[in-house]
């Protein structure tokens, strides 16, 4: 029996391939030694009228510095990857620092995923 590759399949191994990630990432307290905790702050962009709604996530030392995200449309196979922007921002010793980025996955009928990701990330010092 043949299985084909559908959204479900390659979403459920984007999933596997984030949780495998978290539980190899150094902790923040390892890679950033010198912050108190990273906020992350998402709002979402794209051509329809239904957007994902805006997430804000607090890093504490103990948690993975693994600063990838699934696109939140539940039929991409897409993901935004922050670690560049984490990394510039922390080591830039920046209050605040914002950007977009935009989905590269695709969506159900191989249509391309139009999702921007605009983000702020916060890293606190003591």
Known sequence: ???SATPGNGREATREQHRRGRLVAPSLRKRFPDIDSLQLEFGFSDRTEFLPSPQVTVFHPPAPAYF????????CSGEFDLTRAVDSAVNGHEAQSRGQLQCTGVRHRSAACTLALDYSISPRWP
């Open 1 to 3: 029996m043949k299985f």
């Open 68 to 75: 990838h995200f699934a696109c939140p449309y539940s039929d």
